[in-house]
């Protein structure tokens, strides 16, 4: 009865409304125009009622009937319904790809004339035109005996060369030669061989060779110390060097090398471990994670960022310093400069954080804010995708579920271009292969500049060429 009584009374109203527009009286009070045009403006938003679709086309509301009545395809079913707005609210989240490929006269529509700008923001800028110019060159398969995925993997900085993990524990280097308009493995050679998964890969001193594994049901995840061979040695002892073999005794998933003395940290599900003096006699500090060798960052699962001193009494479960904290579990960390962290999440968030920025709340608890969000990752489900920040630290680039790379601009938040992908298969690391220690690189001639992009079993080569390729054709 209640319904009926709704429906005579909406019914009414109509009539009324109609009654105003076609019998319009010229010597309407002031009364009466207000309160037309109240219901005028009324009527451009229509107000939402429960059980009600209004049509913007038919210009009037129908009942959503259950989809046992009319059928699931009916245009009014509660299931159409529900997939219009789906399909409309996807159509506005896509982003569109621009098919133009940039040429050299789009470079210079990017420049600025401004002889009064710091020439830091020169050479960013600078550095994200190279990013929109990035076109996939080629690939390389890697020649093994037992292809796996590739895990991790990092770029020597002053050879051609790369050092990667895979799925099967195999610790390999591939030497390349890559341009802007060509890439090609001249050799590949097995190094070392672990009892499970690689988890990451590490390069320190130009001459160190860090690499972690996963663990498995028989041994816990190690972490395994390697020299590099000289690169004047001939080719047949590309064998590593073992220096030092650690167990945790449960999953290790990272590690980091101080860039001061010789600490490892090492992240792991239990524990964190920071092992000092490990080339002649190990000391081993176990606790949970500044621009100090004494200090050490670690994300934690719980999305926390939690700061840990070896020179204080730090509370072994929280740290010191300021809390910060993601609302999700951190994925990958960056320190950038002396006083910020990049990280993100596994809720595809993508955030800089200042250690500093540490404000108290009305309750006497501490809250830091992060400094820039970055919008657009989309990650749900998995911790390994790529992630990695260039040189001069202001652009990061980051893999999403979506099997697409974004690239954003630290210093602003703002992405530089539209993402690159979809790839046919899970992105698991990336590096940027740049020039900015282009006096150090013996190999000049033969290394280009761009990104390297492990996707799957293979690598592939982004750089500055080819641009006459179609994009979509080489994914």
């Known amino acids: 009865m209640s319904r009926q009584r709704f429906h005579h009374r909406s019914n009414h109203q109509q009539n009324r409304f109609n009654n105003n527009i076609t019998h319009h009286r010229p010597n309407s009070s002031p009364i009466d125009s207000s309160s037309s045009s109240s219901l005028t403006r009324s009527d451009e938003i229509p107000r939402e009622i429960p059980g009600y679709y209004y049509d913007h086309e038919k210009n009037r509301y129908f009942k959503i009937m259950p989809n046992k009545a009319v059928g699931s395809n009916h245009r009014f079913s509660a299931e159409s319904i529900g997939t219009k707005t789906k399909r409309a609210e996807e159509k506005a989240r896509e982003l569109v790809m621009p098919r133009k490929i940039l040429n050299g006269m789009s470079f210079l529509l990017d420049r600025e004339i401004n002889f009064n700008k710091p020439i830091y923001m020169s050479k960013s800028e600078n550095r994200q035109i190279l990013i929109k110019s990035l076109r996939q060159v080629g690939s390389i ?14 770029i020597h900085p002053y050879f051609n060369k790369i050092f990667y993990g895979d799925a099967f524990g195999t610790i390999s280097q591939m030497k390349f030669n890559c341009t802007s308009n060509s890439c090609m493995e001249i050799y590949n050679d097995q190094t070392a061989k672990l009892s499970s998964e690689i988890t990451s890969v590490r390069l320190e001193r130009t001459d160190l060779l860090i690499t972690t594994s996963l663990g498995d049901p028989v041994t816990s995840g190690t972490m395994y110390v390697a020299k590099l061979s000289s690169e004047i040695e001939p080719y047949h002892s590309h064998s590593l060097e073992q220096k030092y073999f650690y167990q945790s005794g449960s999953t290790i998933w990272n590690c980091s090398f101080s860039e001061i003395d010789s600490s490892i940290a090492v992240g792991s599900s239990r524990k964190l471990s920071v092992i000092q003096g490990w080339q002649e006699t190990p000391y081993i500090n176990n ?33 010191i310093g300021p809390m910060i904290s ?27 954080w200042d250690v500093r920025n540490e404000k108290k709340n009305f309750d006497n608890t501490y809250v830091n804010k992060p400094v820039i969000e970055f919008k657009g990752n989309v990650n749900s489900t998995n911790l390994q995708y790529g992630f990695d920040v260039n040189l001069k630290e202001d652009i990061v680039a980051i893999a999403g579920q979506d099997n697409k790379v974004r690239f954003f601009s630290i210093n602003t938040g703002r992405d530089i271009r539209p993402p690159i992908g979809p790839f046919k298969d899970r992105i698991s690391a990336l590096r940027f292969c740049t020039w900015d220690s282009v006096e150090l690189n013996p190999e000049l001639d033969e290394r280009g500049e761009g990104i390297w992009i492990a996707v799957g079993e293979e690598f592939r080569w982004w750089s500055t060429g080819n641009n006459n390729l179609e994009q979509d054709q080489l994914l």
């Not at 962290?341 to 800089?352: F, K, P, R, T, Y």
């Open 287 to 319: 606790f949970k994670t500044y621009s100090d060798p004494n200090v050490v960052f670690a994300g934690c699962r719980d999305g926390k960022l939690r700061i840990f001193d070896l020179r204080s009494d730090s509370n072994p479960r929280y740290g």
């Open 326 to 352: 993601q609302k999700s579990p951190i994925c990958h960390l960056k320190q950038i400069g002396a006083w910020y962290i990049l990280s993100d999440g596994m809720n595809g968030s993508l955030s800089l």
């Open 141 to 154: 398969k890697p020649t093994v005996m037992e292809r796996a995925r590739i895990k991790d993997f990092r």
